[in-house]
């Protein structure tokens, strides 16, 4: 990479993260159903921890410096969320061919044997929007791992018309943040037990975006 791109890349990541940093620190936050979450990392218990590509906007801000492992894609999308997020302390996997992906299982792998945080993006990076992808579900069967959906909403916002339809939300705007229920996904499921499984929780993380949109209606 040339330096002038490079010089580039830099600009954005910090651009991006005093925007997103200053957007979180002006938002009136509440959040809501954190205790059980915080008693599962104090016990270091491994969280995969599910948003909405669509519900992505709050995100690096809100779980920044808590360690968390991303798998990032290496669009041009892609590197400009790396370039906010590596100054939040979280660690970046990237890839997208099948070697590449293996790598990244292994090491999600590692990181929540170990009691550590993985976050997914379960319709990403091109959707379909809200169908949930069945990865962080084996995840969760090899590791023991507890998945957690998450949501946000918030009052002064904006929808992109995209095809995960983003939510962006403006300054000083009140935002409510949702953990869900943890859940453990059975180890012994498989065929449609685990197809059953999938759309149970694919449907939990679509109702929390409507309970959080409920708070502003």
């Known amino acids: 990479m040339s330096v002038l791109k490079e010089f580039k890349w830099r600009f954005i990541g910090v651009l991006g993260r005093l925007i997103l940093w200053l957007l ?6 509440v959040i809501i159903g954190e205790d059980r ?3 599962l990392r104090d016990q270091n218990k491994p969280v995969v921890i ?11 801000y809100f779980f920044r410096k808590r360690g968390s492992l991303a798998f990032v894609s290496p669009s041009e999308d892609g590197e400009i969320l790396v370039r906010i997020i590596e100054g939040w302390g979280y660690k970046i996997l990237r890839g997208s061919s099948s070697h590449s992906v293996a790598k990244a299982w292994i090491q999600m792998n590692k990181e929540l044997e170990k009691g550590g945080e993985v976050f997914i993006v379960p319709d990403g990076p091109k959707g379909p929007n809200r169908k949930l992808k069945i990865g962080a579900l084996k995840l969760s069967q090899q590791t023991g791992a507890y998945v957690v959906p998450f949501s946000f909403s918030a009052s002064r916002r904006k929808i992109l018309s995209s095809w995960d339809h ?3 939300f403006y ?6 943040a949702i953990y869900g229920k943890p859940i453990v996904v059975d180890p012994d499921l498989s065929g449609d ?7 149970r929780i694919e449907q939990i993380l679509i109702d ?3 309970e959080a949109d409920r708070h502003f209606q």
């Open 24 to 29: 979180g620190k002006s938002a009136r936050l």
């Open 37 to 39: 979450y915080n008693e």
């Open 50 to 60: 599910l948003v909405w590509h669509g519900r992505l906007f709050l995100g690096p």
């Open 166 to 168: 983003f939510l962006l």
């Open 171 to 176: 300054p000083f705007a009140k935002v409510v």
């Open 193 to 199: 037990e685990l197809e059953r499984e999938r759309q």
């Open 208 to 210: 929390l975006d409507s």
